[in-house]
């Protein structure tokens, strides 16, 4: 069964830190990997898009990386502010036009 | 997100009652999906379309129906509200020139009582 995890499912940091959410996905074999940003009764944000032929992905204080031969990714939220404060969301995508399978989230608190 | 449109964005209807949720898209792209959104349950897919007249279900799909008689319009149905149909409804897109990353509407929250 393919199946996505997120770990931590809540993280709490202070204002500045450096932090790293991950994902891990059972089946290898995916086509693309997607991350979003979910902020309490609003929709889903794309952060970042990572191919199966690409290792990682950067947007300004954002860096996602992607190892298919180990099913995992890492999401790097560098200097993190109290405005990053939401439920970040990783998703893998098997299929072109495919369905997307969605890990649980990670809720993130970054007090100032 | 600018480029897909969900409306209406709340709405609260009686046990029983049809309800027609919409997305629309200015992006030409082939994809189209329904998802709902629970605590719980995260996001669980319900009917997807892979073109005009093209459409499959997904892992939820009881209860509800679709249509897309036009490449930007792509609506869900629901035939006789249910309370456990009370949810947040996200629209998506996709497509080959974006690469098939998905693109999400903002969601309409639906309560029926």
């Known amino acids: 069964k393919q199946e996505v995890t997120q770990i931590p499912a809540a993280l709490s940091v202070p204002e500045g830190e450096n932090l790293v959410l991950n994902c891990s996905f059972t089946?290898?074999?995916?086509?693309?990997l997607q991350w979003f940003r979910q902020d309490p009764g609003k929709g889903l944000t794309s952060l970042l898009l990572?191919?199966?032929?690409?290792r990682e992905q950067t947007s300004g204080r954002l860096n996602a990386s992607l190892d298919k031969s180990s099913g995992r990714s890492t999401l790097y939220i560098a200097a993190s502010q109290p405005g990053d404060s939401a439920t970040y969301l990783c998703?893998?995508?098997?299929?072109?036009?495919?369905?997307?399978?969605f890990g649980q989230g990670t809720e993130l608190s970054v007090k100032p | 997100d600018a480029g897909i449109t969900q409306s209406p964005r709340h709405k609260v209807t009686e046990t029983g009652t049809p309800v027609t949720l919409r997305c629309h898209q200015t992006e030409n792209h082939r994809y189209m999906y329904w998802y709902r959104q629970d605590p719980g349950h995260g996001l669980r897919l319900i009917h997807y379309s892979y073109g005009v007249k093209d459409t499959d279900k997904g892992e939820v799909s009881d209860g509800y129906s679709v249509s897309r008689s036009k490449t930007e319009d792509f609506l869900l149905t629901l035939e006789s509200a249910t309370s456990s149909q009370t949810s947040v409804y996200f629209c998506a897109i996709s497509d080959l020139t974006a690469n098939y990353g998905y693109t999400f509407g903002s969601g309409t929250r639906l309560t029926v009582v």
């Open positions: 998703a893998v995508l098997y299929n072109q036009g495919g369905k997307l399978i």
């Open positions: 089946d290898s074999a995916i086509y693309n």
């Open positions: 990572i191919q199966s032929s690409q």
